[in-house]
T-cell receptor, first 110, second 114 residues
Framework: QKEVEQNSGPLSVPEGAIASLNCTYS??????FFWYRQYSGKSPELIMS????GDKEDGRFTAQLNKASQYVSLLIRDSQPSDSATYLC??????????FGKGTMLLVSP | KAGVTQTPRYLIKTRGQQVTLSCSPI?????VSWYQQTPGQGLQFLFE???????NKGNFPGRFSGRQFSNSRSEMNVSTLELGDSALYLC?????????????FGPGTRLTVT
């Protein structure tokens, strides 16, 4: 069974710190990788996508992909209280669906 | 572009009834996927439609069904509702032509079965 694993958290960081969120996946054939942010009571919002090994930066967010280790991570620099949310890792296994992890709750304290 | 829209936003039904949820994708997006989200199971894939054809289906009973219309709008139906069907139902659209499979979610329909 294709799985995406995330630490459920909560991950607590102080304002201004770097938050590091991790995700592992089981299907080696996975092609595309995504991070979604979901605020309580809202729907998931796509914040990062990554398709090849290495780092991809977008503002305060950096996604890292290591296909050999089947590992994806999201770094949030200069964390703000408004970043407090659940972060969902999603993997495309090679066809037109996404498999989601259960998410990591991030709490950023002022 | 307008985002994905879903109607209704909230729904309360009684066990045994059926329900139909609607989703309008982002303009130009021809793929629509449906997910069920519960606190215990997270986001679980229901099915995906492209050009009015179901391309993929998740591991849900036959009570869950869907369809897509020629304008890419999609509906999902749940028959003989059970208490365990209470969940947030999310629709996501994507443009497979990009090859990226980035999915954009609507606001969801919160279904409560009593």
């Amino acid at each position: 069974q294709k799985e995406v694993e995330q630490n459920s958290g909560p991950l607590s960081v102080p304002e201004g710190a770097i938050a590091s969120l991790n995700c592992t996946y089981s299907d080696r054939g996975s092609q595309s990788f995504f991070w979604y942010r979901q605020y309580s009571g809202k729907s998931p919002e796509l914040i990062m996508s990554i398709y090849s090994n290495g780092d991809k930066e977008d503002g305060r967010f950096t996604a890292q992909l290591n296909k050999a280790s089947q590992y994806v991570s999201l770094l949030i620099r200069d964390s703000q209280p408004s970043d407090s949310a659940t972060y969902l890792c999603a993997v495309n296994p090679g066809y037109s669906t996404l498999t989601f992890g259960k998410g990591t709750m991030l709490l950023v304290s002022p | 572009k307008a985002g994905v829209t879903q109607t209704p936003r909230y729904l309360i039904k009684t066990r045994g009834q059926q329900v139909t949820l609607s989703c309008s994708p982002i303009s130009g997006h021809r793929s629509v996927s449906w997910y069920q989200q519960t606190p215990g199971q997270g986001l679980q894939f229901l099915f995906e439609y492209f050009s009015e054809t179901q391309r993929n289906k998740g591991n849900f009973p036959g009570r869950f069904s869907g369809r897509q219309f020629s304008n890419s709008r999609s509906e999902m139906n749940v028959s003989t509702l059970e208490l365990g069907d209470s969940a947030l139902y999310l629709c996501a659209s994507s443009d497979p032509g990009t090859g990226a499979y980035e999915q954009y979610f609507g606001p969801g329909t919160r279904l409560t079965v009593t």
